[in-house]
């Protein structure tokens, strides 16, 4: 969560910790008071009572948290339970900005070592921040153990400079660049090291052009004070109205003044999103040379990305014009990516080896960039490159591992998994109150708490202790606990955890009335849920294959099955059979495409099919491949991507005959016929 603004005043709340501790009775105090804690009674009052104050913290229920403050302490009954450190986070949280130090040390006194502990102390170094209380933030940041905030880091460089002196500038430049709208940590730390003089207006402007770049413009208005008057008015106007300013700069020319050149770039930037080929039709004119050479590179990498993002048949060829302008300019990691992704639709192999070669450290050691750049060294003649780069990935369970084995001519196969361990190695991972607690919390469909608690024990662990986690989880049907355990293996894999296959009787049942194959529904499921069968999502999608209730009722009516009512949507055969079937109405409207039927499960029908039609590379054939990579939202590509390397794996664990990824993906072009209407499915 991030905070904005400064808190001048800090008003003590006395008793404050008790008064946020019975926020975990919330809506329970009449449960616990109605049952006595024993026997199988006990156990669904203690449940009931957990779940009563998760759906508190939640749903921010305001009269729960009214009813909470004014109720004695916990019962000790879940006042020394095995979720008490949870229970006592969901009460503490919703007050955070009212909390004192003296409540954040009770807190850690009573669940030292804990993952809620550690949760919490990033809310509160966050906090601390906002607050800029940098005593505390000192004393309490050496114990951060996750140290996965950037925000949290930002404020420390923040500190250091202010408090030590230190000049943290390149640091937190670096840092602040990773953050697409900079967050509330990094920013607050730029406004202090720019008063400071830390940071200078010139790296000041390529941080706003960034901002607009990222999608972020108006964070840009932020910072318009640091900057000469008028600032915040051109910037405003440059979001608002880039046409005017760029009008103005044609009639009159370039201006040689340092911030109107600034707001014409920011106002070009702006254009190049809305309309790339107006952009380049200015770039090819003399209007803009007073810009220089690297502005101008500047706006038209900009402009070709949102051409590739768009799928415009023309994304290349102005990466390349973009190129041409200044030879010295790089593209930033992300311009970068589309720059490759445009290469591909055209099949510009040269421009593909170059994209690599532009790409730092970092960012060329991605299996992207190392699988496609393999393909083009091979294309180019240079199979050896090829050769080694394709070795190097090569892998049965990962997406481009898979596809890099397929293109060394083998077939995906698996190893053979790990004996099971001995009971005594999985019973001492049993006794781990960690994971205790998060099969707990996963036991009672706390889904993401679960998750977080069950990584944060597991951290730094041993191989074979990770192998026994999965065992655990695996036996007490936490398929998901158990999947990402198995995901942090990094020897032997034991194929049947990571790759889990419950509720078969239900998919194969599915897979006989719908035509659609098992391992296609198992890679489905294994993406959308991870086989927690109860699962909600936060836009309201139920059960092991998501669905929402309106596609599940449209899809229950179409397929005759009349005795179909809500509550019986999470329910698994209903779920798998309901998924399943749009499932195969999705794959026959795309003609068998298992790569077009993923991405409209995930972005719904109307998405693929206009990028089907858009993705027009001309007269050649494109691979499946690069229509996957080059699906403009990155959530349903990475889904497409991982959805079909599942399904690979699941095919070889079902023994069927098993299709290759690239034949999962197949082939489009070279002129697609559009699909058939699509108006009829949801």
């Not at 900009?302 to 973009?322: H, M, Q």
Request: glycine fraction near 8%; hydrophobic fraction near 45%.
């Amino acid at each position: 969560m991030q905070f904005v603004g400064s808190l001048k005043h800090i008003v003590p709340v006395h008793a404050l910790g008790a008064r946020l501790r019975a926020l975990v009775l919330v809506s329970i105090t009449v449960l616990l008071a109605l049952a006595p804690f024993v026997g199988a009674r006990a156990d669904e009052t203690r449940d009931a009572a957990i779940l009563a104050a998760w759906n508190a913290y939640v749903h921010r229920d305001p009269q729960a948290i009214a009813r909470g403050q004014d109720t004695a302490a916990p019962d000790p009954a879940l006042r020394s339970d095995l979720l008490a450190p949870w229970l006592d986070y969901w009460a503490v949280k919703p007050a955070l900005t009212r909390m004192t130090q003296a409540d954040f040390d009770d807190f850690a006194h009573r669940h030292p070592g804990t993952y809620a502990l550690d949760r919490l102390r990033d809310d509160w170094l966050l906090e601390l921040g906002r607050r800029q209380d940098w005593s505390d933030f000192a004393r309490i940041l050496p114990r951060f153990r996750m140290r996965d905030d950037p925000q949290v880091m930002c404020y420390d460089l923040q500190r250091r400079a202010e408090v030590n002196g230190e000049d943290t500038s390149a640091d937190l430049l670096a840092l602040w660049a990773t953050q697409p709208g900079g967050g509330a940590g990094c920013n607050a730390a730029a406004r202090s090291l720019l008063a400071e003089g830390r940071i200078d207006e010139a790296q000041l402007w390529s941080r706003l052009r960034a901002f607009f770049r990222s999608g972020h413009p108006k964070v840009a208005l932020q910072f318009a004070p640091a900057l000469a008057p008028g600032a915040w008015r051109g910037i405003a106007a440059a979001i608002d109205d880039p046409d005017t300013l760029v009008r103005t700069a044609r009639r009159d020319g370039v201006s040689a003044e340092g911030m109107q050149r600034e707001l014409l770039v920011l106002a070009l930037l702006r254009q190049g999103q809305q309309s790339p080929d107006g952009v380049f039709a200015l770039l090819a004119s003399d209007t803009l040379r007073g810009l220089g050479a690297r502005n101008r590179a500047d706006i038209a990498f900009n402009a070709a990305r949102s051409a590739a993002v768009g799928l415009e048949p023309n994304a290349d060829a102005w990466f390349r014009r973009a190129a041409s302008l200044d030879s010295r300019y790089r593209p930033d990691p992300l311009t970068l990516d589309w720059m490759l992704r445009a290469a591909l639709r055209a099949q510009d192999w040269r421009q593909v080896r170059r994209a690599a070669a532009w790409a730092d450290g970092n960012q060329a050691q991605q299996p992207m960039w190392i699988y496609w750049r393999a393909i083009a060294e091979r294309e180019l003649g240079s199979r050896h490159v090829a050769h080694r780069l394709l070795k190097d990935i090569a892998s049965p369970w990962t997406y481009y591992g898979q596809l890099a084995t397929e293109a060394l001519g083998q077939q995906v196969a698996l190893p053979a998994a790990p004996d099971p361990l001995p009971a005594r190695v999985v019973d001492a991972m049993a006794g781990q109150p960690g994971l205790a607690r998060a099969l707990d919390l996963f036991r009672l469909g706390i889904y993401g708490p679960a998750v977080r608690e069950w990584n944060f024990t597991l951290a730094g662990r041993s191989e074979r202790s990770i192998h026994a986690a999965a065992q655990l989880a695996c036996a007490q049907q936490a398929w998901m606990l158990c999947i990402s355990a198995s995901e942090h293996t990094r020897g032997p894999v034991d194929w049947s955890q990571r790759y889990a296959m419950p509720y078969q009787n239900a998919v194969a049942s599915a897979a006989r009335t719908t035509g659609v194959s098992e391992a296609f529904i198992y890679g489905i499921i294994r993406q959308e849920s991870r086989f927690a069968a109860q699962i909600q999502s936060w836009a309201g999608a139920n059960g092991l294959m998501q669905l929402m209730p309106a596609t599940a009722h449209w899809v229950a009516h179409k397929i005759g099955m009349d005795d179909y009512t809500r509550d019986r949507i999470t329910d698994t055969g209903t779920n798998v059979t309901l998924g399943a079937s749009y499932l195969g109405m999705l794959l026959q409207r795309f003609g068998g495409s298992e790569a077009m039927a993923a991405a409209g499960y995930n972005a719904g029908p109307g998405r693929p099919a206009r990028w089907w039609q858009q993705d027009d590379a001309g007269s050649r054939a494109m691979a499946g491949a690069i229509f996957a990579e080059n699906i403009p939202i990155a959530e349903t590509r990475n889904y497409v991507q991982r959805v079909l390397a599942n399904a690979t794996v699941y095919a070889i664990r079902l023994g069927g005959t098993t299709r290759s990824l690239e034949s999962r993906l197949g082939q489009f072009g070279p002129e697609p016929s559009p699909p058939p209407s699509l108006a009829s499915l949801p």
